[in-house]
């Protein structure tokens, strides 16, 4: 299933800030990137979302842009993700995986109920304009593409 120029899933969820936060509200400020994580123990994941963290204010300042990311852990787990991986972004908690499942899906692992790894940027219509699934779990697309991305009018940079 794919989601490119479909309408994105609306979704909710408790952040690591104490707020509950939704698609519809950061997209009434502008595009937005939601990031589906496998969970705290991939190192994988906190790659991608120190990506994400170093461009998230440049992002949030010359695009308005809020970057989502979505975690299959609970609030205290995900809290901690952020404060050891030193991240400037705050976490979406997806404990039952209901977010996961309406972007890239679920599978049970040993950790449980994880999200399969994607990244979609959604633009300030609620279209998905951009979809990465990860085909394994080191097949990540990092914050800087994004950026060029979103800044080349939802198109490559490179031009591929």
């Keep these: 299933m794919t989601l490119l120029n479909k309408d994105a899933p609306e979704f909710s969820a408790r952040s690591t800030a104490g707020s509950e936060v939704s698609l519809t509200e950061t997209l009434d400020d502008g595009p937005t990137v939601v990031l589906i994580n496998r969970g705290h123990w991939c190192s994988f994941c906190a790659e991608q979302l120190q990506t994400f963290s170093e461009v998230s204010y440049d992002l ?3 695009d308005s842009v809020d970057i989502l990311p979505v975690i299959t852990d609970t609030l205290d787990t995900v809290t901690e993700m952020r404060d050891r991986y030193d991240l400037d972004i705050q ?3 997806d404990p039952d995986g209901e977010i996961a499942d309406q972007f890239s899906g679920t599978e049970e692992t040993i950790h449980g109920v994880t999200g399969i790894a994607s990244t979609y940027v959604i633009d300030e219509d609620g279209i998905v304009r951009y979809e990465q699934i990860a085909d394994h779990p080191g097949d990540r697309t990092y914050g800087n593409y994004v950026r060029y991305f979103i800044r ?4 490559d940079p490179f031009g591929e």
Aim: no cysteine.
């Design 60 to 62: 949030w300042f010359n």
């Design 91 to 93: 976490l979406l908690t």
């Design 152 to 155: 080349n009018d939802f198109a």
